[in-house]
């Protein structure tokens, strides 16, 4: 599978993003998907996941309850709703994709796929 996200920018402090993985090739609903971040000088971090069925989902603590993850299989994409943002979610965002057992996978190494990234700014 190819994956292609989009949907970075610059904004402020507050405000709301709302991040695209396209998927092309194989059947999308038949991949687990997750977010990853990385901002200049740290390493990869987690931000969230989703089942291929969509019916888990797992976030890390610095972005549970700001921001959303969801996919549409019909459309073979996943999106990520990203409110009250933060300076500190300044960061290139990734999504990834593996086929294992239906689940949420927080762990880098469980995916096989990555997109080249989309970059998110937030200023003060």
Partial sequence: V???ASGGGLVQTGDSLR???AASGRSFRRY???WFRQAPGKSREFVATIARSGDS???A???RGRFAISRDNNKNTM???M???KIEDTAVYFCAANDRRDGAYARAYSY????????VTVSS
């Fill in 83 to 85: 409110n009250s943002l």
């Fill in 19 to 21: 991040l695209s993985c």
């Fill in 2 to 4: 190819q994956l292609q």
């Fill in 32 to 34: 687990n998907m997750g």
């Fill in 57 to 59: 989902t797992y976030y």
């Fill in 112 to 119: 096989d796929h990555w997109g080249q990234g989309t970059q």
């Fill in 61 to 63: 603590d610095s972005v």
């Fill in 79 to 81: 999106y990520l709703q």
